[in-house]
């Protein structure tokens, strides 16, 4: 019995601690040298269990009582005036053990081992299968609320251990699966701030987030995460090779882009970002390699042409243009240039000044056209653009 | 407070996004008026839409009816040099022939008596302002959403040189959308997204979403011209193009996507532009798209082919891979052939395309401090079919590219950032780098400076030359809204045509980005 009342007092002292959330996980007061004096953790931590703070720690009176400078050395402790931040959602009353069970070691009566639950004792029950606290994935809203309910700090919650998950690669994509099937543990470190510093310009916002609570105007905080971090699957030259992610949806683009993301770029006349400051001077390399394709932005008539015109670069389209003088017979001479870059003859040519030669109506009859050629096939589809060359019915 | 807490608070959430549910589900009346077959003309779209969008008072929000949105300012000014003709009278011109050249070394062609060259205009400033809004309006009905991306123009300067500076207004974007978990209805001026690329036209979109993970979007309308948001017959072109088209198009099409499985992502697309009239067509296309996640790594596949001409446009087989210790690399195979529309004649004139080999490599250390990258490509042109040149020359018929950077952080809010490049191509060349220094002084706050240097080498065009640049960028919000700026000076230097003085360039551009009303979505309406 006495031992039975020993190790039932010692377990509400260290049960005390838990809810006080003391800053140590080993406990620095000596339980050990003090179990003689107390019957039971309750004689210091009777409140241990009961709603609010009151009797979770001693008086100091009671302490005074010894501690008064004659029996025992004066000490200068006070009680905390209240929790310590925290986001554990644990109370003591439903779970019934006695303390030692939790807060030694193995359950054992060493008092000197006294300390907070480590997070492996919880698992121990609530999620044996996990091969560690930060392993449990799903399991985080059993033992604690979310974060704007904690009265934790942004910086408490960055200062956590990251949990396995997110430092696999690819996280930045299968987060949002996790997030639908489990949209309160990501509450538990983040509010909805984190979600909007990708998924800011969302058109559609993914379901998941609106179940991960908004940020307190004044209060606790989330995981703040850093802008301008690279999203998944975006890394490299995903700026100008994007097409076939975007096509098919995976990553979905509108769970963090408007409409008006796309448009920035492909609208094609103002996109500050997309083309190094100086591309106007540079871009002819740019252009004539098509190492991105430029007319899904720019109309090469509209565009390039028109500028070109505009800046005294339009072609002549004979024989006594300026622009082609580094090449010798130029005029005859074209060809395996025009077939390898139609595209950049474009940019300045208009039709017309191919068709004084190339047209078998009105120009010298010189035939555009390969081997491979499907005149048919072009005709059946629009004969109006064989008639700019060819009599009808020839 | 433990679970019933946390379901106390999820209901709280959503509460919170009740509003607008986030764009997603936010609806307006807006008042557009849809001239039948969709042909709306810009100047009628815009003020109607407009009208609609702003007749919602976003005071309204908390009873699911407002608007929000962005306004955005964009005012840049560019100074460029332009080239003007200038001729002599050939008798004056030593040598013979069509090639010939001055006592100075400036290059010239002759013909009809005369020799022609290249020599600097004047100075050109441009100052172009543009004024963009995107507002997204909602009014309490459940997936009823309307939409409007609207552009206002204003040259000011030489402003003319500035492409597209010809239509005062334009609506970019503007719709009614109505979303439900299984289907999706639009109608307006719509953007469709596809792997052939990205077009524009004023109609409407049904969209089916399947529970197999199967989405079709049919779609159809009057088409506009990719890049100018203009039908067909535009002046736009016609200024530039006597062969211009002189009839609009329909555009139909459906888009198809499938995701049999959370690690593969498949689309097709098929699609049609036909005169309005004559029924000829101007361009009849599909595309293919494929993403497969293989453990870490990364597939993509795309195909782009075109019916007309039955030349396949585009296929491409990506693959991108994390290595470990920081590497992540990525290469890539693509066959490339030009595309043209079917009122042009280009297509006739049997263009040849390339084959292509990428590859990239990404490197960063432990800290994330440090981080660089390699990146490269060789192409080699198809057989153009041509006869040899009657010098004897040929042209070049392949060029690659290599290019190595990196970035270092002294500290989380100073970055150094560089890379170089080597472009050696058919057609123009081109080698170089840029480097940047920048300095973050809080969320949205930045300056940095920034230096280039590179020659630019060529074939076919006006000439070779060096530039050198630098200059200051920097950001700064203001309230609630957002002010960026840059400005840079570029000193160029011909190297072959010393009647051409230099091409020097000042560019001011400067950009400011006001929110319109409040995100529901977002902590105290945009508070992130």
């Known amino acids: 019995m006495r031992r039975a009342l020993f190790l039932a007092g010692s377990a509400m002292v260290l049960g005390g601690f838990l809810t006080a959330s003391a800053l140590e996980a080993q406990s620095s007061f000596p339980h050990e040298k003090h179990s003689v004096f107390f019957a039971d953790c309750g004689a210091c931590h009777g409140g241990v269990g009961s709603e609010g703070f009151d009797g979770v720690y001693p008086e100091v009176a009671t302490c005074a009582a010894c501690h008064d400078g004659n029996t025992a050395p004066e000490i200068g402790w006070t009680p905390p005036a209240g929790p310590r931040a925290s986001n554990l959602g644990f109370k003591h009353e439903p779970h019934g053990f006695d303390c030692a069970t939790c807060h030694i070691p193995d359950g054992g009566e060493d008092l000197s081992l006294m300390r907070l639950p480590r997070p492996s004792t919880c698992l121990s029950c609530h999620a044996p299968q996990a091969d560690g606290h930060l392993s449990a994935e799903g399991m985080c809203q059993t033992c604690h609320v979310p974060v704007v309910e904690s009265g934790l700090r942004s910086s408490d919650v960055t200062g956590f251990p990251t949990p396995a998950s997110h430092r696999s690669d690819g996280f930045g994509t299968t987060h949002g699966a996790m997030a639908i099937t489990s949209a309160a543990d990501c509450a538990v470190c983040h509010d909805r701030s984190s979600c909007f510093t990708c998924h800011a310009g969302a058109t559609h916002l993914p379901e998941a987030i609106l179940d991960i609570p908004l940020p307190q105007e004044t209060g606790p905080r989330g995981v703040q995460l850093p802008e301008g971090r690279t999203p998944p699957f975006h890394e490299g030259d995903f700026k100008v090779n994007h097409a076939a992610a975007a096509s098919a949806g995976l990553p979905e683009c509108s769970s963090c882009h408007s409409e008006s993301t796309c448009n920035s770029c492909h609208e094609g006349q103002n996109s500050p970002g997309f083309h190094p400051l100086n591309f106007l001077a540079s871009h002819g390399p740019e252009a004539y390699g098509r190492v991105s394709d430029c007319s899904s932005c720019h109309n090469p008539e509209a565009f390039c042409r028109s500028c070109h015109i505009g800046l005294g670069l339009d072609a002549a389209g004979g024989i006594g243009g300026a622009y082609h003088d580094d090449q010798t017979l130029w005029i005859l001479s074209h060809a395996p240039a025009a077939r390898q870059d139609l595209e950049s003859c474009v940019a300045c040519h208009q039709q017309t000044d191919c068709l004084r030669c190339h047209s078998a109506q009105t120009g010298l009859g010189v035939n555009p056209h390969g081997p491979d050629f499907n005149g048919t096939g072009i005709e059946d589809r629009n004969k109006a653009m064989c008639t700019l060359c060819h009599v009808p019915g020839a | 407070m433990s679970i019933d807490g946390l379901k106390s608070s999820r209901v709280r959430a959503a509460s919170y996004a009740t509003p607008g549910d986030l764009r997603a589900r936010s609806v307006t009346e807006m008042s557009f008026s849809f001239e039948s077959r969709f042909q709306m003309t810009q100047r009628k779209l815009v003020p109607l839409a ?355 950077g990196g970035r270092y952080a002294f500290a989380d809010d100073l970055v150094l950032d560089g890379e170089y490049r080597h472009d050696v191509g058919y057609g123009a060349s081109r080698s170089g780098g840029d480097v940047s220094l920048q300095r973050t002084f809080g969320r949205g706050k930045y300056l940095g400076v920034r230096g280039t240097a590179f020659e630019t080498f060529s074939e076919f065009r006006v000439g070779s030359g060096r530039v050198i640049g630098g200059g200051l960028q920097g950001a700064i919000p203001l309230g609630a809204a957002h002010f960026q700026a840059s400005a840079m000076l570029y000193k160029h230097q011909q190297s072959d045509r010393p009647r051409v003085l230099d091409l020097n360039q000042a560019r001011l551009n400067m950009i400011l980005e006001i929110p319109i009303g409040g995100d529901p979505g977002m902590a105290r309406g945009g508070d992130r």
């Open chain 2, 50 to 404: 407009l009208l609609g969008l702003l007749a919602l008072p976003a005071s309204l929000a908390s009873q699911g009816v407002g608007v929000n949105g962005k306004a955005r300012t964009y005012v840049s000014y560019l100074q460029v040099r332009d080239m003007v003709q200038d001729s002599v009278l050939a008798a004056a011109v030593p040598g013979e022939g069509a090639q010939r050249t001055l006592d100075d070394g400036t290059r010239v062609s002759c013909a009809d008596g005369w020799c022609r060259y290249y020599k600097s205009g004047s100075d050109v400033g441009m100052v172009p302002f543009i004024q963009d809004f995107e507002l997204n309006a909602w009014s309490g009905i459940t997936g009823l959403r309307g939409y409007a991306h609207v552009r206002f123009r204003q040259p000011y300067g030489d402003g003319s040189y500035w492409p597209r500076m010809e239509s005062e207004i334009e609506a970019l974007t503007a719709y009614l959308e109505y979303r439900r978990s299984s289907y999706l209805a639009k109608a307006g001026r719509i953007w469709q997204s596809t792997a052939l690329g990205f077009y524009n036209y004023d109609g409407g979109s049904f969209q089916l979403r399947l529970p197999t993970q199967l989405e079709v979007n049919l779609y159809g309308g009057l088409s506009l011209v990719r890049g100018i948001n203009q039908l067909h017959h535009t002046d736009l072109i016609g200024n530039v193009e006597p062969l211009n088209p002189k009839e609009d198009a329909y555009l139909m099409g459906f888009h198809t996507r499938w995701r049999p499985y959370p690690g593969l992502a498949t689309s097709f697309t098929y699609q049609r532009e036909t005169a309005t009239h004559s029924e000829d067509l101007y361009s009849e296309r599909i595309a293919g798209s494929a993403r497969l996640l293989v453990k870490q790594a990364t597939v993509d596949l795309e195909l782009k082919y075109d019916l007309a001409s039955e030349n396949t446009n585009l296929a491409r087989l990506a693959i991108a891979t994390p290595l470990g210790a920081g590497l992540r690399a990525s290469g890539e195979v693509r066959k490339y052939t030009p595309y043209f529309d079917l009122w042009t004649i280009w297509g006739a004139f049997s263009p040849v395309g390339y084959d292509e080999v990428r590859g990239r490599l990404d490197w960063m250390n432990a800290t994330g401090r440090f981080s660089a990258r390699a990146y490269g490509l060789y192409r080699q042109y198809g057989d153009t079919d041509t006869d040899p040149l009657p010098n004897g020359d040929e042209i070049r018929d392949d060029g690659w590219r290599l290019a190595a």
